[in-house]
């Protein structure tokens, strides 16, 4: 028999791709309102990966990465995509997009994205939206690909990034573990 236990909290991360870098500036205090304080921000990343969001959002489009200083329970991750999905309505012109929101969490054994999506590798988490485990984490190999990992995800430029909010994530969950 499995003896049920809390999970441990998760690093909240959120990616955000739009045609206009000075689009960030619309909403990041709204984004910051959702999520809390940030405590890591990628290097400005190039988003070619797929042609798909060009249609709506125009190209070239670009992405930042943040990961915020907070841990979340990792059961607030749909909340928190209902809440970005309302910031991404917000800024919409004539019904597109300028910024496209991605929230996920990070634990020492796994990346997870969310979305209004569902397919067979993801788990329905309510709030119509589900869980999509996007890459797994093991101390032999590091970060690993799954075979509907998005391209962009499996760079070495997105592998890198998540390597250091790992590595910030094992000490901010062992600094909370020591406040109990």
């Not at 969001?53 to 070239?60: L, V």
């Not at 590798?121 to 101390?139: E, F, N, P, Q, V």
């Not at 998540?162 to 910030?168: F, G, P, Q, Y």
Request: charged share 30%; net charge positive; hydrophobic share 35%.
């Amino acid at each position: 028999m499995s003896i049920p236990k809390n999970p441990d909290p998760a690093k909240l991360v959120v990616s955000c791709f739009m045609n206009s870098k000075a689009c960030l500036e619309k909403f990041f205090s709204l984004l910051e309102e959702v999520c809390g304080p940030v405590d890591i921000i990628s290097r400005w990343l190039d988003f070619d990966y797929t042609n798909y969001y060009y249609r709506e959002m125009g190209s070239p489009l670009f992405r930042k990465v943040f990961a915020f200083k907070n841990l979340i329970a990792q059961d607030e991750l749909a909340r928190i995509k209902e809440k970005t999905n309302e910031i991404e309505n917000r800024f919409a012109i004539s019904g597109k997009r300028a910024v496209n929101i991605d929230p996920g969490y990070l634990v020492s054994s796994r990346f997870v994205l969310a979305t209004g999506k569902e397919y067979s590798h993801r788990i329905y988490i309510g709030h119509r939206i589900y869980a999509d485990l996007t890459l797994m984490y093991s101390k032999k190999e590091g970060f690993k690909t799954l075979e509907w990992t998005y391209p962009d995800y499996a760079s070495q430029s997105m592998l890198s990034f998540l390597s250091k909010v790992r590595d910030k994530y094992l000490l901010d969950l062992k600094a909370s573990k020591g406040k109990k």
